[in-house]
């Protein structure tokens, strides 16, 4: 007999996708390579980075800040050039990235990007684009 349990914690979600991406392992032939890159100031504190992955051909970038204080100094296109050159040596051909309406979807087209599809009403009056860019 088996007992249903309310389990809204951060462990179950955790405990799911590593069960999942276990799973998915068996059916894809490209491993997962982590990149990024980050500008640092003088004390070492970071003040702007970009994280993605390469998997098989694509690059999926997961995140890309700037701090305020440096914004409009050209950081943000570099960091996303070295990420895109870093992915293009390792075999990426193409770039997907999500953004939401009042982020930053204007600099990634600006770059290159193209939104492939969006969300509306997300999470509730805003808006999601899923974007993609060939390297």
Known sequence: MYQLKSDDSVELSDELRAHIVTYNKQYFNAERIPLGFKFVDKKRVMVAGISG?????????NWLWCDDSVRGRGLASRLLNELESKATALGANIAQ????????????????????????NYPLDGCRYFMEKSL
Request: glycine share 6%; hydrophobic share 40%; proline share 3%.
């Open 97 to 120: 990235l999500d953004t939401l309406d009042f982020q930053a979807k204007p600099f990634y087209e600006k770059n290159g990007y193209q939104v492939k599809y969006q969300m509306a």
């Open 53 to 61: 992955q390469v998997f098989g051909n694509w690059l999926l970038i």
